[in-house]
């Protein structure tokens, strides 16, 4: 199985890199913030309770993140490897995330961390924000928080990778296409 976490801090452009892996490699996409979002439109319980962490962009509680993904997971047996966006965001969850693919014979291949500047970040984000409706990219107070975050709970998360060895760092920006052929580059030099 090829288990992909793809990592990096807010704007980074996983989810436009990820629908582009997700095509070429067949892997299942798990988004958590596709997920929460999906579930703040339906008013679910899940989304009422992930709206008042999201629209602050501070993070959703573990518990109910690592229960949601467990969730989404179980809804995919038949998957043949899965790419994890926006997952795991805190080394509580990335370790929940080795016990998940151990109880089902498999564990991540790689993490591929996108390295963008905090400067290009802001500006991708403000200009995101003139198209998504996302109201956590309409406030800059909210951006700068969710960067912040990102710096204190979730950078964390590569340590844990590198100490697995498992940790490949790759330039994110330049064109869209000129990132994924390096994403395609290191996944196709994988074991
Ligand atoms: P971005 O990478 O642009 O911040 P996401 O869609 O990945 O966007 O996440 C949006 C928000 O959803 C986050 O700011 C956070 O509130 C919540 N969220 C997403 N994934 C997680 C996670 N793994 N743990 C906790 N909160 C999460």
Do not use: C, W
């Amino acid at each position: 199985m090829l288990n992909i976490v793809l990592f990096g801090p807010p704007g980074a452009g996983k989810g436009t890199q990820s629908e582009r892996l997700v095509a070429k490699y067949n892997l299942a996409h798990l988004s958590t913030g596709d997920i929460f979002r999906a579930n703040i439109k339906g008013e679910t319980e899940l989304g009422k309770l992930a709206k008042s962490y999201m629209d602050q962009g501070n993070l959703v509680p573990d518990e109910v993140t690592i229960k949601m993904l467990d969730q989404e997971l179980k809804k995919r047996p038949e998957a043949t490897g899965f790419i994890f966006d926006g997952f795991p965001r805190t080394v509580a969850q990335a370790d929940a995330l080795d016990d998940l693919l151990k109880a089902k014979n498999t564990q991540i291949s790689a993490m591929l961390a996108l390295e963008v500047s905090e400067e290009e970040l802001r500006d991708r984000l403000t200009k995101r924000a003139q198209t998504s409706g996302r109201k956590d990219d309409a406030d800059p107070k909210v951006i700068q928080n969710r960067i912040d975050v990102y710096q204190k709970e979730t950078a964390p998360v590569k340590d844990f990778y590198a100490g697995q060895n498992k940790l490949k760092e790759v330039n994110g920006e330049g064109s869209i296409d000129a990132i994924t052929q390096r994403l395609f580059q290191v996944i196709d030099q994988l074991a």
